[in-house]
């Protein structure tokens, strides 16, 4: 992926949607810490495209679980968190207030202890 | 950015020992010249950005008389220090109220008072240099704008007014916050803060549609653009996408289909929230409540309507008829604007909607009275409409309902810790820390009554709790809309049995603690 890399930008998205394909999900996904895709999460990351390279749509993302045949909390449950999935999917950065809403569902740390950050 | 901890739940809110400059680190990404441009402002930092700033202050102090009277009437009697969340869950003094006032004060003492002219030292007064415009950058993306302070100030002092004049002074210098003016800039551009255009707002109002047709089996619409409607919503875009925001928008989409209203969500105003109010900028909040205007014109619709958004409101409420009024075109028989809590609180009233109210019962509520609703605006005809009608709706549709403690809600309630444009990942340690109040009036109502949910009617509140509840050991589901509440007990004429299946029992509850 080091030849890629440019094509990223600061916040870790790939700028141009059209340069990805399953092979580059697989090291984004890596990168971000998840080891493996499986044909549910390449159901889910071509829904999300279609979603988002149709219209523009940020789609809600039982839309998008829907659309790809999966469960209603597919990407809570297959990748954690939307703006990985955003990401992996090789989507661009959907702005400010997107990464604010594409909200978390990673592990927290409970009170009393630190997180690195 | 720093390491930081969670802070430990106290059984009762106490007020922490001082630490000077915890938070002194904390500072929101600065907007590059190409995000700033587009709002009227500099780049970047102008030369002579001092004598500029200087200026604005002096313009700002005589232009707005409530800003004069703030910075002239502290008599530093101290009723503010404990009042603001961000002080009490990060120790720092700069977020005593009074403290945040004094970064601005000491240089409007320096340059527009007698004394600080001739005696600075004395008073107080310092020059307006780097280090000082560091610690507005700072300090004033440490407030949320929230006014408890002002509630408790003899003298009615809103720092809430002073952040917003030192965030317009620098903009006028070229140093602006990149979270707020992008999404400024997206408005502009396309007509929302998440920069959805018009074929993106069709395809998530479609696919809604689907949903609800299957989940309940009545072809509920949620129009976009429909002309000669009678009601236009202008709601948060936060309901077009995320959760639980979404669900409240179903709520909207259901009520106003049993009450017969025909209604539609515009793509021109498709955004009710105005963050011109947050960087203090009347030019841009002017330029995007008119785009409500020109789209209520252009439909031709005879009412306005804003869906579940706190700042939004207290500008619907407060300021939208001098910003982009008369009004003079909508239907005289109905406010301008309206609360949709109100719509559905007159339709109770008048026993237009029915609710099964056991399909809440897997669900023990208690609400969050969100900040610029609870303290900068007002709801139906009688004072503290803005807290009853709420409560009203939620007790009308759900079994089981308590309130947190008195000195945490109403005019009192706690900010969610991500309101007035600090709801972005580079202030995450901020919005953690500021949420501890809140969070543990919560806890005393978990562990006492077994609440295991938390409404509100503010996008900011439902998106920071999202992301604060699990750094405190509670579900990110925790917090609902409340027209979600209201969708979840509403019976439809014509609906099916069968979509009921769906819902959460009482066995799916989201795990509080």
Not at chain 2, 84 to 96: A, I, Q, R
Request: overall charge negative; hydrophobic content about 35%.
């Amino acid at each position: 992926m080091t030849d890629k890399e440019s094509a990223f930008d600061a916040d870790g998205f790939l700028e141009d949607p059209q340069d990805w394909d399953v092979n580059m999900a697989r090291d984004i996904a890596l990168a971000e810490g998840l080891p493996e895709l499986g044909p549910d999460h390449i159901k889910l990351l071509e829904a999300l495209r279609r979603h988002y390279l149709a219209s523009g749509e940020l789609p809600p993302m039982r839309h998008v679980c829907r659309d790809a045949g999966l469960e209603e909390n597919c990407v809570s449950d297959l990748v954690a968190d939307p703006k990985r999935a955003w990401r992996i999917a090789g989507l661009p950065n959907p702005g400010e207030e997107a990464k604010a809403y594409l909200e978390s569902s990673e592990q927290h740390p409970q009170p009393g202890t630190r997180e690195k950050r | 950015m720093a390491d930081f901890e969670t802070p430990k739940l106290d059984d009762i809110t106490t007020i922490p020992t001082v630490k000077s400059g915890t938070m002194e680190h904390s500072s929101p990404y600065v907007a590059k010249p190409v995000i700033q441009e587009p709002l009227g402002f500099p780049g970047e930092l102008v030369d002579d950005w001092e004598n500029v700033a200087v200026a604005k202050l002096g313009e700002l102090s005589n232009k707005y008389r409530a800003l004069r009277v703030y910075l002239d009437s502290c008599v530093k009697c101290g009723a503010c220090t404990d009042k603001c969340h961000y002080y009490l869950g990060t120790s720092d003094p700069k977020n005593m109220p009074v403290a945040r006032q004094d970064l601005l004060r000491k240089v409007y003492r320096r340059y527009y008072t007698l004394a600080g002219k001739w005696f600075p030292k004395l008073v107080g007064a310092t020059d307006m240099t780097k280090e000082v415009l560091d610690d507005w950058y700072s300090y004033y993306h440490q407030c949320s704008q929230c006014r408890r302070c002002s509630v408790f100030c003899p003298y009615g002092i809103d720092t809430a007014e002073i952040s917003m004049a030192a965030r317009d002074i620098m903009d006028a210098v070229g140093k602006g916050q990149k979270y707020c003016n992008e999404i400024i800039g997206k408005v502009f551009k396309i007509g929302n803060n998440l920069g959805l255009p018009e074929p993106a707002l069709r395809d998530t109002l479609e696919d809604l549609e689907e949903e609800v047709e299957e989940e309940c089996g009545v072809p509920v619409k949620f129009p976009l653009d429909q002309k000669g409607a009678d009601v236009l919503l202008v709601t948060p875009s936060a309901d077009f996408f995320a959760e639980p925001h979404i669900d409240g928008l179903i709520g909207y989409g259901k009520v106003f289909h049993q009450a017969g209203i025909s209604w539609t969500v515009s793509s021109h105003a498709s955004e009710a929230a105005n963050f011109g109010m947050f960087i203090g900028s009347y030019e841009n909040m002017r330029k995007v409540s008119m785009r409500i205007r020109e789209a209520a014109l252009d439909l031709g619709v005879k009412r306005i309507v804003f869906g579940e958004c706190g700042h939004a409101w207290r500008v619907a409420y407060s300021f939208l008829n001098t910003l982009a009024g008369p009004f003079d075109f909508l239907d005289p028989k109905y406010p301008v604007p309206q609360h949709i809590c109100e719509v559905t609180h007159d339709l109770i009233q008048k026993g237009v909607l029915k609710f099964d109210k056991s399909q809440n019962d897997h669900m023990v509520l208690t609400y969050h009275d969100s900040c610029n609703v609870a303290r900068a605006s007002r709801m139906g005809s009688k004072p503290g409409g803005q807290f009853t009608i709420p409560r009203d709706i939620i007790k009308t549709v759900c079994n089981n309902y308590v309130d947190m403690a008195a000195d945490s809600i109403h005019d009192a309630t706690y900010c969610c810790g991500g309101g007035g444009g600090l709801l972005t990942d580079d202030l995450m340690e901020l919005r953690v820390r500021g949420a501890k109040p809140r969070m543990e009036a919560v806890k005393q109502v978990v562990d006492a009554h077994g609440v295991t949910n938390m409404a509100a009617i503010c996008a900011i509140c439902k998106s920071q709790f999202t992301k604060v509840f699990p750094y405190y050991g509670y579900g990110m589901d925790m917090i609902v809309s409340v027209h979600q509440l209201v969708s979840n007990a509403i019976i439809m004429d014509g609906a099916q049995d069968g979509g009921d299946e769906d819902r959460e029992t009482a066995e799916d509850a989201p795990q509080s603690a």
